[in-house]
């Protein structure tokens, strides 16, 4: 095996060796092609220089010679002009000397007009010459003028003319000037091609030398691989036969691989039945939590009510005591007056003092701790308020037996909120305004009247107590 992979290692290098000097040749024949093609531009670019510099000296010449024409232009422009104004100078002076000539001619016409002498025979033959050199100095003028003319549009003609040579003469610098850069440049890449050439050269020698020596070493590996093959042909076979070998080792690992994944399947889903076992219990302890918490929240507020409760109770005790206090007041107030039998007996309650006492055994600190153990409030089977009619029979004395009793008494009907109802306290308040009026029609005496106070007494504390309870 180490044989064959060695021979592969050596193939391959061969391979890279060769297509590498494909490209040193492929590099070289390149550089070669690069090497006419700026010698060709080089040429270009000299004979392109040339032609601008022979373009160049032609439009010096050129604009020498407009130059020159112009400056000669300029030079008749200037006779012209001197010669215009020397005719103009002769035309007024002629014109005078005809104004003075006729003028003079004038007053002297009736004398002279018998005999002409031959001096005004001169006269006008002088003034018919000065007529004709002013009709021809008036021809020179316009000749000047039409010259004047022809030189303005020639001068225009060759100022634009020469502003175009200036514009091409400054096209031609700057591409003198990019010829000429351009052939630095090209002079700049010609060496630098040179000395790739140089190298590229070199690398080819050695790139040549290298070959051959590898050829060579190939050789005479060549003739060791042969028998390094010879003797690895029977390593193979012995390899063959160990490989079938392998072959059933490898079918019978296989059979055991999937066994083994069938029970790794199994193994899966009994842990994705656990996972949801365990999702199912926690969703149910999360649940109970809630219900935990919710119940702390729920004894937290009864608590809190309780509180409350013992507040309000503590509250009405206080009004009791008030009460009582009043109640015992107008008791001793109206004892003196209420002492016959027969009102006594109307009015007195059916409850005796030992029902009284045996409230007071079992009244504690607050009268709610005896909620759940008996119903003060309660007498054989029936439930007591204020609303009886019973309840307001009997003297005052009756009704408040003793300030201890009374006490717990009232202590335990505020905790009772449920029997002191609004509805009780309307009963009884109806039933003390019925015996109002069955007092009216009996007349009003002083034990009614009495009556009549201690009614209104006990309206007032059914009162507060109902504002008691309500807050």
Same mark, same amino acid.
């Given at each position: 095996?180490?044989?064959?992979?060695?021979?592969?290692?050596?193939?391959?290098?061969?391979?890279?060796?060769?297509?590498?000097?494909?490209?040193?040749? #492929?590099?070289?024949?390149?550089?070669?092609?690069?090497?006419?093609?700026?010698?060709?531009?080089?040429?270009?670019?000299?004979?392109?220089?040339?032609?601008?510099?022979?373009?160049?000296? +032609?439009?010096?010449?050129?604009?020498?010679?407009?130059?020159?024409?112009?400056?000669?232009? %300029?030079?008749?422009?200037?006779?012209?002009?001197?010669?215009? #104004?020397?005719?103009?100078?002769?035309?007024?002076?002629?014109?005078?000397?005809?104004?003075?000539?006729?003028?003079?001619?004038?007053?002297?016409?009736?004398?002279?007009?018998?005999?002409?002498?031959?001096?005004?025979?001169?006269?006008?033959?002088?003034?018919? $010459?000065?007529?004709?050199? &002013?009709?021809?100095?008036?021809?020179?003028?316009?000749?000047?003028?039409?010259?004047?003319?022809?030189?303005?549009?020639?001068?225009?003609?060759?100022?634009?003319?020469?502003?175009?040579?200036?514009?091409?003469?400054?096209?031609?610098?700057?591409?003198?000037?990019?010829?000429?850069?351009?052939?630095?440049?090209?002079?700049?890449?010609?060496?630098?091609?040179?000395?790739?050439?140089?190298?590229? %050269?070199?690398?080819?020698?050695?790139?040549?030398? #290298?070959?051959?020596?590898?050829?060579?070493?190939?050789?005479?590996?060549?003739?060791?691989? /042969?028998?390094?093959?010879?003797?690895?042909?029977?390593?193979?076979?012995?390899?063959?036969?160990?490989? $079938?070998?392998?072959?059933? *080792?490898?079918?019978?690992?296989?059979?055991?691989?999937?066994?083994?994944?069938?029970?790794?399947?199994?193994?899966?889903? #009994?842990?994705?039945?656990?996972?949801?076992?365990?999702?199912?219990?926690?969703?149910?302890?999360?649940?109970?939590?809630?219900?935990?918490?919710?119940?702390?929240?729920?004894?937290?507020?009864?608590?809190?009510? &309780?509180?409350? &409760?013992?507040?309000?109770?503590?509250?009405?005790?206080?009004?009791?005591?008030?009460?009582?206090?009043?109640?015992?007041?107008?008791?001793?107030?109206? /004892?003196?007056?209420?002492?016959?039998?027969?009102?006594?007996?109307?009015?007195?309650?059916?409850?005796?003092?030992?029902?009284?006492?045996?409230?007071?055994? %079992?009244?504690?600190?607050?009268?709610?701790?005896?909620? +759940?153990?008996?119903?003060? *409030?309660?007498?054989?089977?029936?439930?007591?308020?204020?609303?009886?009619?019973?309840?307001?029979?009997?003297?005052?004395?009756?009704?408040?037996?003793?300030?201890?009793?009374?006490?717990?008494?009232?202590?335990?009907?505020?905790?009772?909120?449920?029997?002191? %109802?609004?509805?009780?306290?309307?009963?009884?308040?109806?039933?003390?305004?019925?015996?109002?009026?069955?007092?009216?029609?009996?007349?009003?005496?002083?034990?009614?009247?009495?009556?009549?106070?201690?009614?209104?007494? &006990?309206?007032?504390?059914?009162?507060?107590?109902?504002?008691?309870?309500?807050?």
């Amino acid at each position: 095996m180490d044989t064959e992979e060695k021979l592969l290692q050596l193939q391959e290098e061969l391979k890279n060796v060769a297509r590498e000097r494909c490209q040193a040749l #492929e590099e070289l024949e390149e550089m070669k092609w690069r090497m006419l093609s700026e010698e060709e531009n080089k040429a270009n670019s000299k004979a392109r220089l040339e032609m601008l510099e022979s373009e160049l000296e +032609k439009a010096k010449e050129s604009e020498r010679r407009m130059l020159e024409s112009l400056t000669c232009q %300029t030079k008749q422009l200037e006779q012209t002009k001197i010669l215009l #104004e020397e005719a103009k100078l002769e035309i007024r002076s002629l014109n005078e000397s005809i104004g003075i000539l006729e003028s003079s001619a004038g007053p002297k016409a009736s004398t002279v007009e018998k005999g002409v002498t031959p001096e005004v025979a001169r006269g006008s033959q002088e003034i018919g $010459a000065l007529r004709t050199e &002013l009709r021809l100095a008036l021809a020179a003028e316009e000749k000047s003028k039409k010259a004047m003319d022809d030189l303005a549009l020639v001068l225009k003609e060759v100022t634009t003319e020469s502003s175009w040579m200036k514009e091409k003469l400054c096209q031609t610098q700057c591409e003198l000037e990019n010829a000429r850069g351009e052939a630095e440049r090209l002079k700049v890449m010609l060496k630098r091609t040179e000395n790739k050439l140089r190298v590229t %050269t070199e690398e080819s020698k050695r790139l040549k030398s #290298e070959a051959e020596e590898s050829f060579a070493a190939w050789n005479a590996k060549e003739t060791g691989f /042969l028998e390094c093959m010879k003797m690895c042909e029977d390593e193979i076979i012995n390899m063959k036969q160990e490989n $079938a070998k392998l072959a059933d *080792l490898h079918k019978s690992a296989r059979q055991e691989i999937s066994k083994l994944r069938d029970i790794l399947k199994q193994a899966v889903n #009994e842990a994705s039945v656990v996972k949801e076992a365990l999702e199912i219990a926690r969703k149910e302890n999360s649940q109970l939590q809630d219900m935990l918490t919710e119940k702390d929240n729920s004894l937290e507020n009864m608590a809190q009510e &309780l509180e409350c &409760l013992k507040a309000s109770e503590a509250a009405a005790l206080d009004n009791v005591k008030e009460l009582q206090s009043l109640l015992v007041a107008s008791s001793s107030i109206d /004892l003196s007056s209420t002492s016959n039998s027969s009102d006594k007996d109307a009015f007195r309650s059916p409850r005796t003092p030992a029902s009284g006492s045996a409230v007071r055994k %079992t009244m504690a600190k607050y009268p709610s701790e005896n909620w +759940k153990h008996e119903d003060p *409030l309660t007498e054989s089977g029936r439930r007591l308020s204020l609303g009886d009619s019973d309840r307001f029979e009997g003297s005052i004395l009756d009704l408040v037996e003793s300030p201890r009793q009374k006490k717990d008494e009232e202590v335990v009907a505020v905790a009772e909120k449920s029997s002191l %109802t609004t509805k009780s306290l309307h009963s009884s308040s109806n039933q003390v305004d019925r015996k109002q009026l069955n007092g009216m029609e009996n007349g009003w005496d002083s034990p009614i009247r009495q009556k009549l106070k201690k009614r209104q007494i &006990l309206r007032r504390f059914g009162d507060m107590l109902r504002r008691s309870i309500h807050n």
